[in-house]
């Protein structure tokens, strides 16, 4: 039986990917409305996503920075996907932060790690 090689991509390169979205949601935030709040939180907080991503990379038990910027990002694009319901950028921001909170989780707690 062959071994198992893993999963199809890699947590940490989903991880970038996901950094990468919110950063340009922050940067095009910016460029729309020429909203400073929007381009500072994205950067700020896809930079943080980045590097949790590139912890994770290097050390896959290391979740916990990539997991408090995206549940964070889950609450906070979440009370605003609530209250204001519309779906961009604060609907598709939540999903992707809290599917990232659940991909973690799962990484974390599904399987020990040697």
Known sequence: MPKDSGPLVPLHWLGFGYAALVASG??????KAGSVPSLAAGL??????????????QDPKNVWLFLVTS??????MGMRFYNSRKFMPAGLIAGASLLMVVKLGISALGKPHQ
């Open 26 to 31: 922050g940067i095009i935030g910016y460029a």
């Open 44 to 57: 700020l907080f896809g930079g943080l996503a980045g590097l949790g991503s590139y912890q994770l990379s």
């Open 71 to 76: 549940g964070t990002l889950a609450g906070i």
